[in-house]
């Protein structure tokens, strides 16, 4: 009996070391996803930029559709957490959905067949002006925005990006 009770002490304090709650079927806590970035709701500015240019050339302006800034807010949340360096990823993360689907986990449907549904301009900033100002020096994306078959936009900001996606 005397050697146990060594062996006994040594066993009592490996368990009150370990706390309440350890035990065989105990598992440390799982780590927490990390936290959404912040969007800025909208990015009305980003729109009233859009539709000023689309008004001085006679085009109607984009209504806003909550489906497509909710598009835009997913990705502008994903660009600010991934912050992908290579602008061939701007568009479809790795392993991450692609616009289409974006789109359509919105819930946005064209408002008539066209054979586009939308399009999507990135820009690595957050600030409007400086996206919109990138995206007029670009032929794709200005085209896109003054698009005359375009009919509706969602656009929103988060960390240094700035989305703007576009209905037809």
């Known amino acids: 009996m005397p050697r146990r009770l060594p062996a006994l002490a040594v066993l009592a304090l490996v368990?009150?070391?370990?706390g309440p709650g350890a035990g065989p079927g105990c598992?440390?806590?799982?780590?927490e996803a990390p936290a959404p970035a912040p969007v800025?709701?909208?990015?009305?500015?980003?729109?009233d930029l859009v539709n000023h240019r689309r008004a001085a050339l006679g085009r109607r302006p984009l209504r806003h559709d909550a489906r497509l800034e909710s598009a835009a807010r997913r990705h502008a949340g994903d660009l600010a957490l991934v912050r992908p360096a290579d602008p061939?990823?701007?568009?479809?993360?790795?392993?991450?959905?692609?616009?289409?689907?974006?789109?359509?986990?919105a819930g946005y449907r064209p408002s008539r067949p066209s054979g586009w549904v939308a399009g999507e301009t990135v820009a690595p900033v957050d600030?409007?002006?400086?996206?919109?100002?990138?995206?007029?020096?670009?032929?794709?994306?200005?085209?896109?925005?003054?698009?005359?078959?375009?009919?509706?936009?969602?656009?929103?900001?988060?960390?240094?990006w700035s989305v703007a996606v576009v209905g037809y």
């Open 15 to 18: 368990v009150l070391a370990a």
């Open 27 to 31: 598992r440390p806590p799982a780590p």
């Open 40 to 47: 800025s709701p909208g990015a009305p500015a980003l729109a």
């Open 88 to 105: 061939r990823h701007w568009h479809r993360l790795p392993g991450g959905p692609g616009l289409p689907e974006r789109v359509a986990d």
């Open 127 to 160: 600030d409007p002006a400086t996206a919109w100002a990138l995206w007029l020096h670009s032929d794709p994306h200005r085209e896109q925005l003054l698009d005359p078959a375009a009919v509706a936009l969602g656009t929103a900001r988060s960390r240094g």
